[in-house]
């Protein structure tokens, strides 16, 4: 099974509504990030939450973490269409000796206008 | 725009051929990643070099192999051609050694089997 699941795995909003975004992971991480996708393009990092905090702020996005519960939300507040894209966390960690980053399979968010 | 840059853009080919991706990753980055996107998997990690030596490996099939060269771009030789194989590859980029750090992607290169 996947280190980071995404949930849920697509949404549809409309334009100004808040979106939020969750992320369950199994292991100990060091830090866990969050990209996003547009159609046909590459990922692009968006916001890193270190393991040691508990929430981050970036422009009209948020981020907590719980260690606790192995999860983690992304919120875009006031959304607009140009939000429209997939939204993938990815977990810092250690997995068999090997350092790396754990993807989850990402939430399609739709923003209608 | 992210800095790395992977060519081609598209690819198709045959089953059984083999083929060659290139990354120039983001100007002063020292490691390059390699990443197979695919419908029903996700986004896997194939691979991490570090200046020009291998860092990291993960589901890296035995017909796959990758080196980085002293300017440090990077090729990604697929052989043996299956139509599994179809799918987005991404090449990133990161400052260091370390794969916990930000990742810089490129915009991938769609690969097609016929």
């Known amino acids: 099974s996947q280190q980071g699941e995404e949930d849920p795995q697509a949404l549809s909003i409309q334009e100004g509504e808040n979106a939020t975004m969750n992320c369950s992971y199994k292991?100990?991480?060091?830090?866990l990030q969050w990209y996003r996708q547009n159609s046909g393009r590459g990922l692009v990092h968006l916001i890193l939450i270190r393991s040691n905090e508990r929430e981050k702020h970036s422009g009209r996005l948020r981020v907590t973490l719980d260690t606790s519960k192995k999860s983690s939300s992304l919120l875009i507040t006031a959304s607009r269409a140009a939000d429209t894209a997939s939204y993938f966390c990815a977990t810092a960690a250690n997995m068999d000796s090997n350092y790396q980053l754990i993807w989850g399979a990402g939430t399609k968010l739709i923003i209608k206008p | 725009d992210s800095g790395v840059t992977q060519t081609p853009k598209h690819l198709i080919t045959a089953t059984g051929q083999r083929v060659t991706l290139r990354c120039s990753p983001r100007s002063g980055d020292l490691s390059v990643y390699w990443y197979q996107q695919s419908l029903d998997q996700g986004l896997q990690f194939l691979i991490q070099?570090?200046?020009?030596?291998?860092?990291a490996k993960g589901n890296i099939l035995e017909r796959f192999s990758a080196q980085q060269f002293p300017d440090l771009h990077s090729e990604l030789n697929l052989s043996s051609l299956e139509l599994g194989d179809s799918a987005l590859y991404f090449c990133a980029s990161s400052s260091k050694g370390s794969p916990w750090e930000p990742q810089h992607f490129g915009d991938g290169t769609r690969l097609s089997i016929l």
């Open positions: 292991t100990s991480i060091n830090n």
């Open positions: 070099y570090y200046n020009g030596e291998e860092r």
